[in-house]
């Protein structure tokens, strides 16, 4: 890549870590907003679960919508709106004007990220789309370990209202830098919500969009009530507790890097593999969580396949859809982002009814069934895809023997 390139990739790790911070600092911040704000914890969470559901409704819309537009200025404006949107949140005196503020920074997020992958897609050489890519994505996990941590101890420090001042402040860094390092000349697609929307209408994307929601909710389903499983099932001092959240952090940023190189060699053919694996690794915390060294274990190697797939699939729905509806590409950028907020809410729901009904330890084995449905709908795809590429194979050999026979 030259400098330009390197810059930009750069560019495009800050914007995805800035936006990660502004969206999971609120889950550091849940106690002090529902006591300055005088509401129940559970009404605080729902901040949380709205802004999940904003995303996961409004990007793939407002995406399509907004695709025409030539990306530089786009991304500038929606850059724009984010710092608007965190300034709301950060002088909101009332739930009402947070929860609106959330629910817009939701949804400009999404298609911000749409963005950010569609724009590496066209800038990089084919080669480094997967490594970039992966790069990107590294920007959330990041987020996790080093913003949110900062963004809530600002919180605790400050008040929560300036945790959102301090991620208005980094959406200012990200608005300059975008203005610096993104390309002129990357024009939108011109093309109706409607036609857009016809990239649902294939069977195959909706299979595949399933793919990464799985695997992220077999994980998340654990990882939700992990806190409680570290105190409860593995008996670590709640004085501990943050550190091994630090640890899945750590170990998680060389899953979406590994994700990366996955991408570049056929990872299609290989993530069924990857969450089977995923699926083992899981249910093993069931057998491992005996042992406060064995849990870790278990933990750790969870957090190195959690992001395996990331790279893969996004490369996955940028291709198809160049191949097939052309016009819906920049929606299909948005998909992966899309599809893994649906599997953080699906897991979550599924981790609340087994802590509910089950014991704690039987999110271990229930998270690993559904990473079995994921590699099962992989393996699904992996086959219509090899047959896909056989019967083109077929009609350009056909085709090429005709051309021959014509000639002799």
Request: charged share 10%; with cysteine.
């Amino acid at each position: 890549m030259n400098k330009q390139q390197k810059l930009l990739t750069f560019n495009l790790f800050l914007l995805t870590f800035v936006l990660g911070t502004s969206e999971f600092v609120m889950v550091g911040l849940l106690t002090e907003v529902a006591e300055d704000m005088k509401i129940a914890i559970s009404a605080a969470g729902s901040l949380v679960s709205a802004f999940a559901l904003s995303f996961a409704i409004g990007t793939p819309i407002f995406t399509a919508l907004f695709s025409r537009f030539s990306k530089r200025p786009l991304i500038l404006a929606l850059i724009g709106v984010f710092i608007f949107g965190n300034m709301i949140t950060a002088i909101s005196g009332s739930y009402g004007l947070l929860l609106a503020s959330r629910v817009i920074t939701a949804v400009v997020t999404g298609v911000l990220i749409g963005l950010a992958m569609a724009v590496a897609s066209e800038t990089m050489p084919p080669e480094k789309r997967g490594p970039v890519i992966s790069i990107i994505f590294t920007g959330f996990t990041v987020a996790s370990v080093l913003g949110v941590p900062l963004g809530t101890s600002i919180g605790q420090w400050g008040g929560w209202h300036l945790s959102y001042w301090f991620t208005t402040l980094l959406g200012i860094v990200s608005l300059l830098a975008s203005y610096a390092t993104i390309p002129k000349g990357l024009k939108g697609a011109r093309s109706s919500l409607k036609k857009q929307l016809r990239l649902f209408a294939y069977p195959r994307i909706v299979l595949a969009f399933f793919i990464p929601a799985l695997s992220i909710g077999a994980t998340y389903s654990v990882y939700t009530y992990l806190a409680p499983l570290l105190q409860d099932v593995l008996l670590v001092p709640a004085q501990y507790i943050s550190l091994v959240f630090l640890l899945y952090g750590v170990v998680s940023i060389f899953s979406t890097l590994i994700g990366g190189k996955l991408a570049a060699r056929h990872g299609t053919g290989k993530i069924r593999f990857v969450f089977l694996a995923q699926a083992v690794i899981l249910a093993s915390l069931f057998v491992s969580s005996g042992s406060l060294v064995g849990g870790l274990i278990s933990i750790s190697c969870m957090a190195l396949v959690v992001y395996l797939m990331n790279s893969t699939m996004q490369l996955y729905f940028i291709d198809w859809a160049g191949r097939h509806v052309p016009e819906a590409r920049d929606l299909a950028s948005s998909l992966t982002s899309v599809s893994i907020n649906v599997g953080i809410a699906m897991g979550s729901a599924l981790g609340g009814f087994v802590t509910t009904n089950m014991k704690l330890i039987d999110l271990s084995w229930s998270g690993g069934i559904v990473a079995v449905l994921a590699a099962v709908l992989a393996f699904i795809n992996y086959r219509l895809e090899r047959g896909d590429r056989s019967a083109s194979a077929f009609k350009e050999e056909k085709g090429l023997s005709g051309q021959y026979g014509e000639s002799m």
